[in-house]
Structure formats: C-alpha cells, structure tokens
C-alpha cells in the first residue's frame, strides 16, 4: 500500500514537471467577476480623455500620464447601480481609494474608452 502511494506521488510529481515544461511561465487573468471584467475590457481598449476631464486632472494636478497609470495600475471598483450598462454605448462610475479623487466616469463606446469627469468638487470646468 505503501509502495503504491509512493509511486502515486512520483508520477504527480513527473507530470507536473513536464506540465511547467511544455506549458512555461504563462500570464494568466482569473476575471470572472463582472468588476474584473469590465474592469480588463476597458484597460484593453483606446482611452481617450475628454476636455472637462482634462480640466479636472489639471485642478488636481495630475497629467494624462500620471491618470492612465492609475487607471491601468491600480485596484478599481465599478459601482453598477449607478452605471449606465443599457444600450450600445456604456457608461461606468468607478471608485479608485488613495488617490487625489474618488470616482471617476468612463465612457464605453466603440472599442474606445473615454474619461467623462473625474469627481473633484471644487472644480470650475465646465
């Protein structure tokens, strides 16, 4: 019985071996859940940003880069119910923590992602 297990475990063991061997190091994405989806379907298109948002960023102070690298980097949370996923064209509020602003507003059109507003109150753009 004993012999048996131990044979069991060397041919796990040599079938792993050859699995990371013909497989390699791959980069795989579990996402799942309707947040990573859309979340990984809106980094993978065009971004665009539109000029009020373009304003916002300035009255924070941020660039178009600095924003792409947070939009791209860092952990999001889209808030559904106060999205607008009916139609064609889809409009998503999403929530980022430890940033200068809160939420932001991306527009989901045409293979394009394009930046809305960015939620910062005191703000004059218009």
């Given at each position: ?37 859309t979340v990984k379907h809106l ?84």
């Amino acid at each position: 019985m004993l012999r048996r297990f131990f044979l069991y475990l060397i041919g796990v063991g040599l079938g792993i071996i050859v699995s990371m061997f013909f497989f390699g190091d791959r980069d795989l994405d579990f996402s799942y859940l309707p947040n990573a989806r859309t979340v990984k379907h809106l980094r993978s298109q065009e971004f665009r940003i539109s000029d009020q948002a373009l304003c916002q960023l300035n009255c924070i102070g941020l660039t178009e880069s600095s924003f792409q690298k947070i939009f791209k980097d860092t952990d999001l949370d889209v808030d559904f119910s106060a999205s607008d996923v009916d139609g064609q064209c889809r409009t998503y509020f999403i929530e980022v923590a430890n940033e200068k602003f809160s939420k932001f507003n991306v527009d989901d059109c045409d293979s394009i992602s394009t930046l809305l507003s960015v939620g910062v109150p005191d703000c004059e753009c218009m």
